[in-house]
């Protein structure tokens, strides 16, 4: 097999002709969810594959629940992050759609189904994918899927999407994971002039669907608990900020909007924000709470007549077109850049809602 871009990051460990890859960064230990350094390797690349030098890694709120052990019981040492962003080091010899150089993403899937045999709804909902940490990988060194807390990533080209140079890599890095999954669902939603859409939690994901909608020219109405987001909600370009603050917060708006998202990712009254969308409206779920699960109040959901339903990321398409979106209409998460011993006080501040809005990476600093 040949590979192009060779670089002084290929490690020690041979497999035949091949050798594994030395990386290092951030690992979750235990249940803790305490993050410490950790070297450790990554498999060759292979005919397919690429590797990719990172730049940045942006913090989502599924690290902090998959690492506590939230959604179920997890193998340690696992490098969490699954919005990245770096530099094409080293191309398979399969490889056409990269080259070394190439600036490139990657989210929250590294490997499996390509093309026409991805016919379940999209790669999120194949069997065969590997997740991008966590998840059995028989490729792997460790034996499971390493992310992006660290210094390089291997991934099946199929999996990486281009990231245009009319974005920086540390604005793109969010796009990964929070702009697809929330871009998805708000396509379905066929926004434009008029479209009254709701967005429930203004967090990581919350204030990408507030801005993506707004871009479309839909009316948006922001729903949250933290009163201190009012005004940079409103800068985003919001009709209106709703301040949740009890359940007598959804009675003016009772069947009002069109449609809702909800990044909400814990238990909270799924029925009353529900009881803002017209009879026949969408309600999706994007928040994935700690066990998965969404408690809802089946007499108040029936009293909404609101088509419920669920959404977990978007297919590669999808994340490609969001960051072409993103980069050609100016819509950029609001973010900030920390380095690598910052990542247990960002976990904290964001289980604390005291992130604003994203925290990214800088992987320099691994």
Not at 1 to 14: D, I, K, R, V
Request: charged residues 20%; contains cysteine; negative net charge.
């Amino acid at each position: 097999m040949l590979l192009s871009g060779m670089t002084p990051a290929f490690g020690s460990t041979n497999e035949g002709t091949q050798m594994t890859i030395q990386s290092k960064g951030y690992a979750a230990v235990d249940e803790s969810g305490v993050l410490v350094p950790w070297t450790f390797e990554r498999r060759a690349v292979g005919e397919n594959d690429i590797l990719i030098d990172i730049k940045y890694a942006s913090i989502c709120h599924s690290d902090i629940h998959q690492e506590k052990g939230h959604w179920g019981e997890q193998i340690y040492p696992q490098v969490p992050g699954h919005e990245i962003v770096g530099i094409v080091a080293a191309v398979g010899a399969n490889v056409t759609k990269f080259k070394v150089g190439d600036r490139a993403g990657v989210g929250c899937m590294v490997d499996g189904c390509t093309g026409d045999d991805c016919a379940h709804g999209g790669e999120q909902y194949s069997p065969g994918t590997v997740f991008t940490y966590g998840y059995p990988d028989e490729r792997s060194p460790t034996g499971i899927s390493q992310g992006g807390y660290s210094t390089n990533i291997v991934v099946r080209d199929h999996y990486a999407v281009h990231i245009p140079e009319t974005i920086s890599f540390e604005e793109a890095a969010p796009l990964l994971c929070a702009g697809v999954t929330t871009y998805s669902p708000l396509l379905k939603f066929e926004l434009g002039p008029g479209v009254k859409v709701g967005v429930a939690g203004i967090g990581g994901l919350g204030h990408l669907a507030v801005k993506l909608a707004v871009s479309k020219g839909a009316d948006v109405y922001a729903f949250t608990t933290t009163e201190a987001k009012r005004e940079d909600i409103l800068s985003w370009g919001a009709k209106e900020v709703i301040l949740v603050d009890s359940n007598d917060a959804f009675g003016d708006y009772a069947g009002q909007l069109d449609c809702m998202i909800s990044t909400i990712p814990y238990q909270y009254n799924v029925a009353g924000y529900a009881s803002v969308v017209k009879p026949g409206g969408f309600f999706t779920q994007v928040g994935i709470p700690e066990r998965s699960e969404v408690t809802v109040n089946a007499l108040g959901l029936a009293a909404s007549r609101v088509n419920f339903n669920a959404s977990l990321i978007g297919n590669m398409q999808e994340t490609q077109d969001v960051v072409n979106y993103c980069a050609e209409n100016g819509v950029a998460p609001q973010i900030e850049i920390i380095p690598s011993e910052g990542i247990n006080q960002a976990w904290e501040d964001v289980v604390n809602k005291n992130a604003r809005y994203r925290y990214v990476i800088d992987a320099a600093t691994f």
